[in-house]
């Protein structure tokens, strides 16, 4: 009952010793996640204490996917070194790198996200705040103690909305949530996680949550109209933002009518995608969806 990070992960964190690192090991690890390891070349050969558990750090990726059988990263690096982390990471063969860091340049998302891609190493993000399969593993900063297993599989731009849509429906539950990133090159879409919630058994609903600028989710209203065959609830932030005003992610950028909330809803409603206009009606919309079973 997921898609891409199960109880089985075995998740490296580069970066584990920094100040954000050390905070969310923490936390992913009270979640159950199956934390193997940290990557810190100048600690190498240490180990960090997080109460009960004591967790190695390696000098590499290589070195801990060797002692380990780490197969997800989880990047908390300053935005100058993300492009060589991610690089690190997909040239040691890792199947998943979750890259939390923001601010990073567009320049080093393209360079990474496309070596990344070419050696068959999936990125999420960079700028997000992971993925959590919950009661199973949690790859990021996405809290644990909202939400609960369940049958929806939520892909959302937005971290914030991410949290909010998690705990609206947190009395029905998530297969998994994927926060994919709101900058303008992320390395996973909305069309590659709806294909991933399409060929999951468990997961009988897709809420998926955009926002203003560019146009993922008119591309993802394509794809849902020729591949998807579950129901899809969608949500677009901006619907309130001001004409001409630059707002939100680097990725939110308006040019005329290209890239506004409304034509995004227009977008997805022609795909038959019920959207809702707040967060809580998105919430409403998907429980009656399951609840009609359409």
């Known amino acids: 009952m997921a898609i891409y990070l199960t109880q089985e992960s075995k998740v490296l964190v580069q970066g584990m010793t920094g100040g954000e690192g050390m905070k969310h090991t923490r936390r992913m690890l009270a979640a159950g996640t199956n934390i193997v390891g940290g990557v810190n070349p100048r600690k190498a050969g240490r180990t960090v204490g997080f109460g009960e558990r004591t967790v190695p750090v390696f000098g590499s990726v ?24 991610v690089i690190e990471a ?22 990474f996200t496309a070596h990344a891609a070419a050696r068959g190493t999936r990125v999420i993000g ?28 939520l892909v959302s731009k937005s971290g914030t909305l991410t949290y909010q849509l998690m705990y609206e429906l947190r009395d029905i539950g998530f297969s998994t949530c994927v926060g994919i990133g709101g ?16 060929e999951d058994p468990d997961t009988e609903l897709v809420v998926l949550i955009g926002e203003i600028g560019g ?41 005329g009518a290209s890239g506004t909330a409304q034509a995004k809803k227009a977008a997805l409603e022609a795909a038959s995608v019920r959207v809702g206009v707040t967060p809580t009606e998105t919430a409403r919309l998907a429980l009656a969806a399951l609840e009609q079973g359409v």
Not at 90 to 105: S, Y
Not at 144 to 149: G, N, Q, S
Not at 228 to 239: C, L
């Open 62 to 85: 290589v070195d801990g996917m060797q002692a380990t059988g780490a197969d997800v990263t989880v990047v908390f690096v300053p935005p100058a070194f993300a492009i060589a982390a």
């Open 183 to 198: 900058d303008p090159v992320v390395g996973t879409s909305h069309i590659d996680c709806l294909a991933a919630f399409e």
């Open 215 to 255: 146009d993922a989710e008119e591309r993802a209203a394509a794809y849902i109209r020729e591949h998807v065959t579950k129901p899809v609830v969608g949500y677009i932030a901006g619907f309130t933002a001001p004409e001409g005003r630059t707002m939100g992610h680097a990725g939110a950028i308006v040019s």
């Open 126 to 153: 960079p700028n997000c705040p992971g993925l959590i399969t919950p009661g199973q593993s949690n790859a990021g900063i996405i809290p644990a103690d909202i939400t609960k297993p369940g049958r929806i599989g």
């Open 90 to 111: 997909a040239d040691a063969g890792v199947g998943l790198t979750v890259v939390i860091t923001e601010g990073i340049p567009v320049h080093d998302a393209v360079a």
